[in-house]
Each structure stands twice: as structure tokens, then as C-alpha cells.
T-cell receptor, first 116, second 110 residues
Framework: GAVVSQHPSWVICKSGTSVKIECRSLDFQATTMFWYRQFPKQSLMLMATSNEGSKATYEQGVEKDKFLINHASLTLSTLTVTSAHPEDSSFYIC????????????FGSGTQLSVL | TQLLEQSPQFLSIQEGENLTVYCNSSSVFSSLQWYRQEPGEGPVLLVT?????EVKKLKRLTFQFGDARKDSSLHITAAQPGDTGLYLC??????????FGQGTELSVKP
């Protein structure tokens, strides 16, 4: 199956700093990527839809200025958590859509963010 | 707003037992997917069902899509400790979004 690489796998940062997470589709082009947040033993919450070459679409309640998304190429989307605070600590997961159907979504391995 | 109600949220059983996880909605979905996720990793797709009434089998796992495409179930026969994990159902929505259920945390004890 298709591979989506997410980096880093885990990151620890100080409060007030910014953290960038990368999501790459390794063997296919992804016009659309999705970013999720997940708390322990809970389901995935969609944060935003990342579209190549255009602005991301954010879900209700997600701060655009806090979670900056850039999708500059067909194989890379980045999520930057700006001025991180302890409440931003979470597991962040990306997925990439192969083709134009949500039946072929491939997930990255996730990034565990811990803000001290 | 489309919602998926997944139940049960927690399930602890002994090796060899059978179990069923349910995913229900009042909305119709174009497709429904089941994922399994282990701690610290991303979800891994198990199956996609797209046709109402469809039944798919994956070894000891049986997936069913309701006739009206509003509900689905995952049945595991003779569960093994290796089946332990978080099971997620997700419905296909407009714009490529996936609507996830709350997840079922399954623990199979030897």
C-alpha cells in the first residue's frame, strides 16, 4: 500500500516555542491531506483539510493562527503549532488522500507532542 | 452534522471469545472504513465497505455494512491477544473527510 511518512515521531518543547510537523506521501501525489488530533484512548478529531496550493480549511473551533498549515507541494504538508502551551500536548496524525476518493486514505505514524 | 456512534467504547475479553463492535449513524455514508490502531502509531486500514448489505471477511474478522448504509459492525471470532488495540470506524463524507466514531479499546487477555 501507499506510504505516508510523518516526522518527527515525538517532540518535547518548552512552552512558548513553535513546533513543525511534516507529513509526506512517499510514493504518490496527494492533492489533499488531513490533520487530526488524538487524546489518549480517544478517537481522531479532524483539525483541518490541507489543499495543495491553497489555504487550508479548518474545522470549527480550531485556531488558524495557532495551527499553521502549509501544503506547498503534492507530497508535503506541514503543521506548525505556534507558541505551544501544555494544553497543546497531544498526538497529531496526518493522512493523505490517494486519488479523489476518501476510500484511499493513508495515515502517517503520528507525532507525540509534549509541551513543558 | 454527521455523527458516528461506536460501541462499546471499552471491551475486555478472554482469548478465544467472540466479540462485535457496532457503528451507527442517522446519516447515510458513501463508504465506511474500519481501522486498527496501536499505541503511538497511526491507524491502519482494515477494510472499506461501500455497498449496502455488503459483508467482507478478513481471516477471523467479519465486517458488515447495513442495507441503508447508516451502520456497520465488526465481528471478531476467537479473539487472540494480538487483536488488542483501538478499533475505529470512519464514514466517508463530502470533500474527502472521514467522520470517525469514538473508538473501541479492545483488550484480549491470554
Amino acid at each position: 500500500g501507499a506510504v505516508v511518512s510523518q516526522h518527527p515521531s515525538w517532540v518535547i518543547c518548552k512552552s512558548g516555542t513553535s513546533v513543525k510537523i511534516e507529513c509526506r506521501s512517499l510514493d504518490f501525489q496527494a492533492t489533499t491531506m488531513f490533520w487530526y488530533r488524538q487524546f489518549p484512548k480517544q478517537s481522531l478529531m479532524l483539525m483541518a483539510t490541507s489543499n495543495e496550493g491553497s489555504k487550508a480549511t479548518y474545522e470549527q473551533g480550531v485556531e488558524k493562527d495557532k495551527f499553521l498549515i502549509n501544503h506547498a507541494s503534492l507530497t508535503l504538508s506541514t503543521l506548525t503549532v505556534t507558541s505551544a502551551h501544555p494544553e497543546d500536548s497531544s498526538f497529531y496524525i496526518c493522512s493523505a488522500e490517494q486519488g479523489a476518493t476518501n476510500e484511499k486514505l493513508f495515515f502517517g505514524s503520528g507525532t507525540q507532542l509534549s509541551v513543558l | 452534522t454527521q455523527l458516528l456512534e461506536q460501541s462499546p467504547q471499552f471491551l475486555s475479553i478472554q482469548e478465544g471469545e467472540n466479540l462485535t463492535v457496532y457503528c451507527n449513524s442517522s446519516s447515510v455514508f458513501s463508504s465506511l472504513q474500519w481501522y486498527r490502531q496501536e499505541p503511538g502509531e497511526g491507524p491502519v486500514l482494515l477494510v472499506t465497505v461501500v455497498t449496502g448489505g455488503e459483508v467482507k471477511k478478513l481471516k477471523r474478522l467479519t465486517f458488515q455494512f447495513g442495507d441503508a448504509r447508516k451502520d456497520s459492525s465488526l465481528h471478531i471470532t476467537a479473539a487472540q491477544p494480538g487483536d488488542t488495540g483501538l478499533y475505529l470506524c470512519a464514514g466517508g463524507s463530502q470533500g474527502g473527510k472521514l467522520i470517525f466514531g469514538q473508538g473501541t479499546e479492545l483488550s484480549v487477555k491470554p
